[in-house]
């Protein structure tokens, strides 16, 4: 009887909080129109966001690609098809890894700074602070801050990709001696800009919204204490990888038939 | 506190790092360049089956791609394929009794219009149609034939 009446319980909670953060997500999102006048807040967090990320993809690009270039060519070269390496390289990034790791290390590195940062200003009142002084913190703190992470990511997960076709090319090229001119012609005739680039950047441009919008608002609704600060970047990071990854497949299996 | 200069300047190189980065996926890595047909004109074809012919597939005369498949649809009047191919505007000296042929890459490869130039001094112009063409060769189609064949010949019913 009790562990029903505690389920009802988590089920409940749920739907509360999700009902909550879409309340905030409108809120953010009226928000952010103010901001058209204010764009130098949102510079300041692309900076935040977006290029103090730039380096761990930027390696971590490399180095998937490059990994992608060794497998693909092992099991490839078995049916004598090592020249669609290019191919194998460019779809897997551009579909999948690009938009998917991406925005798991954007999760991780810049997700969970987001959280700690909002959770801290919680815990020191800085934002009850921004309203005694009729400054809106959705607008002057949040806003900011979602819209930064919405233009980050597909950029983000364009340079991983890029990077990583590179890094690809390197190994299978420079390393594992497959032509130079078969792995780009055969890249460039299976992968179409309309149904494979596009839907990569739409699934990034997604997974940028739901990676801040939980983000930001695990940082609002943290507790303001150092535990609760600590447990709100850990859900945020559990939180908006799970999403990511049920969108992703959710969302493979609408663009991809 | 990083200087506001500095930080301006990083956030408009990681903006332009990452439209370059867009730019080499859509061109580069991707077909948007390839797919490009400049000044371009339509000419038609019909096919009685063009097996897995798919719109934008290349059109290829001596092997050089100069177009590709714009669209497929079927003749209501006599049942037969459409395709309407567009083809490169430098390449407007095609001859009218130019004959097309649905042909494969490889063994199971993609497949794709070959063009045969004919002998006439009369150029394909935009709207014009290409009269002798040749359907693709289904390879279940050429099987079947082939064990009818064998099943038909004399010697085969001897030994049952």
């Known amino acids: 009887m009790n562990s ?9 909670d749920s739907v509360e909080g999700l009902g909550r953060a879409s309340l905030f997500f409108l809120e953010v999102a009226s928000g952010a129109r103010k901001l058209i006048r204010r764009f130098d807040l949102v510079v300041q967090q692309v900076f935040a966001v977006g290029v103090l990320t730039l380096l761990i993809i930027l390696v971590s690009g ?40 991406t925005a798991l290390l954007f999760a991780g590195r810049a997700g969970s700074a987001l959280t700690a940062e909002i959770g801290l200003m919680k815990a020191t009142e800085q934002l009850a602070g921004m309203e005694m002084m009729a400054v809106n913190p959705i607008e002057r703190v949040i806003a900011p801050r979602l819209v930064a992470g919405i233009i980050s990511m597909p950029l983000l997960a364009a340079l991983f990709s890029a990077i990583g076709v590179l890094g690809g090319q390197l190994v299978g090229v420079g390393l594992l001696g497959v032509d130079s001119g078969a792995f780009w012609s055969q890249m460039q005739s299976g ?48 939180y908006s990888s799970l999403a990511v990854l049920a969108l992703d497949f959710v969302m493979t299996a609408l663009m991809f038939k | ?44 074809a019909e096919f009685n089956d063009i097996g897995g012919l798919k ?23 006599n049942y037969e394929a459409v395709v309407t191919m567009e083809l ?11 004959s097309a042929s649905i042909l494969t890459a490889g063994l199971l490869g993609e497949q794709y219009i070959g063009l045969d130039p004919g002998g006439s001094s009369q150029y394909l112009k935009n709207g014009g149609r290409i009269q002798v063409t040749q359907s693709a060769l289904v ?13 038909s010949k004399p010697g085969a019913e001897k030994k049952q």
Do not use: C
């Open chain 2, 88 to 98: 490169d505007g430098r390449y407007n000296n095609i001859p009218v009794d130019t």
């Open chain 1, 62 to 101: 490399l180095f998937v690609g490059m990994v992608l270039g060794l497998q693909g060519y092992n099991t490839l070269s078995k049916f004598g098809a090592a020249d669609s390496l290019g191919l194998l390289v460019a779809l897997s990034l551009v579909r999948e890894l690009g938009p998917v790791v």
């Open chain 1, 191 to 238: 992968v179409s800009f309309h149904e494979d680039v596009l839907n990569g950047v739409i699934k990034s441009l997604v997974f940028g919204v739901v990676v801040t919008w939980i983000a930001v608002f695990q940082g609002y609704e943290s507790v303001p204490t150092s535990e609760g600060v600590s447990r709100a970047t850990n859900r945020t990071v559990v």
């Open chain 1, 4 to 12: 029903l009446r505690r389920l009802g319980q988590y089920v409940l």
């Open chain 2, 1 to 44: 506190m990083i200087q506001r200069r500095q930080l301006e300047l990083w956030v408009g190189v990681f903006v332009a790092a990452g439209l370059l980065a867009l730019a080499m996926l859509a061109f580069r890595v991707g077909n948007l360049a390839a797919g490009a047909v400049t000044n371009g004109y339509r000419v038609e």
């Open chain 2, 55 to 77: 719109v934008r597939a290349p059109v290829t005369l001596a092997g050089v791609r100069i177009g590709r498949v714009s669209s497929i649809s079927i003749d209501p009047s």
């Open chain 2, 139 to 151: 390879l279940e189609k050429i099987i079947s034939q082939f064990l009818f064949n064998v099943a």
